[in-house]
């Protein structure tokens, strides 16, 4: 049974830093993708970044480029966002997700690709 546990989300002011946890199990994590996406209420999920079984990293929001990276620790089953910079408009929920049928991301990718996803965790930044 593939499982995907999101944590680390919080409120923290603009110009702050969060690090998620995506921890997963039945799943040999080293050989897949896994993305990260965030949904505002009232809004489609969008991808943020894929990071792809030879951990190559796609982007796909470029307000995220130079402030978020994603790595992954294979020997805890867990890939990390570490998103500095925070402003406003990152505020949303955030989801890892996994695509096993591809080892390479797609650019670009959709929510519906991707086979197993967390529950999320919620990003809040504001002053």
């Known amino acids: 049974q593939v499982q995907l546990v999101e944590s680390g989300g919080g409120l923290v002011q603009p110009g702050e830093s969060l690090k998620l946890s995506c921890a997963t199990s039945g799943i040999s994590l080293p050989y897949y993708v896994i993305g990260w996406f965030r949904q505002v209420s009232g809004r489609e999920r969008e991808a943020v970044l894929c990071l792809s079984n030879t951990d190559r990293t796609t982007y796909y929001i470029d307000s995220a480029k130079g402030r978020f990276t994603v790595s992954r620790d294979n020997a805890k089953n867990t890939v990390y966002l570490q998103m500095n910079g925070l402003k406003p408009e990152d505020t949303a929920v955030y989801y890892c997700?996994?695509?096993?049928?591809?080892?390479?991301?797609?650019?670009?990718?959709?929510?519906?690709?991707?086979?197993?996803w967390g529950q999320g965790t919620q990003v809040t930044v504001s002053s």
């Open positions: 997700a996994t695509d096993i049928r591809n080892f390479d991301c797609t650019d670009p990718t959709y929510p519906d690709q991707f086979d197993f």
